[in-house]
């Protein structure tokens, strides 16, 4: 029993690890684009320099760190852990709200469709072609030439709508 659990003990310890310095690096990489795009030389050498504290930290320390943040929000609701991030880095949670609020929809027309029992999937006169992925009705029958939207979804993942209409459905780009 106690082999067991140590075993266990030393493959999370391992996994971990792996995964802190990779999730590490892409938060960085994300970071530096993001400062590279502003035109303001000073403002960008700011953005720049408030990446070194922590590109100058060590994989221990950033262990340390996860493990006190994962302690620290234990037994929270995935809302109550979102309020106490917005709490803990207000200007991340600002620039996130503001991508939210952007009205992010495309509109266009349908070029071709391809309908089968279970799904359908639409290539619109922009270029971009989607795929249902849920057995919503559109309660009508789509035509080549006719309207659509797409929006994100409130729970992620993307709705279409026809033009005209109410009802919406479940989809996903495939190119």
């Not at 996130?96 to 391809?114: C, F, P, Y």
């Not at 006719?146 to 190119?175: A, C, D």
Request: glycine residues 8%.
């Amino acid at each position: 029993m106690k082999r067991s659990f140590l075993l266990r003990g030393v493959v999370a310890v391992g996994a971990l690890s792996i995964a802190f310095p990779a999730a590490f690096a892409q938060d960085v990489s994300g970071e530096l684009v993001r400062c590279g795009a502003i035109s303001d030389d000073g403002a960008r050498l700011k953005c720049f320099d408030a990446l070194v504290p922590n590109a100058r930290k060590t994989d221990a320390q950033r262990q340390a760190e996860a493990a006190a943040k994962t302690t620290a929000e234990f037994g929270l609701t995935p809302v109550q852990r979102s309020e106490h991030a917005k709490r803990e880095n207000p200007e991340k949670a600002a620039r996130e709200e503001l991508a939210h609020q952007q009205d992010l929809s495309v509109t266009a027309k349908i070029a071709a469709m391809d309908i089968t029992p279970y799904t359908a999937v639409f290539t619109l006169d922009n270029g971009q072609v989607w795929q249902t992925t849920s057995y919503g009705r559109l309660n009508t029958i789509p035509r080549v030439g006719q309207g659509v939207s797409v929006k994100s979804g409130p729970l992620g993942g993307y709705r279409l709508t026809i033009e005209g209409k109410t009802s919406e459905v479940g989809v996903k780009r495939i190119k």
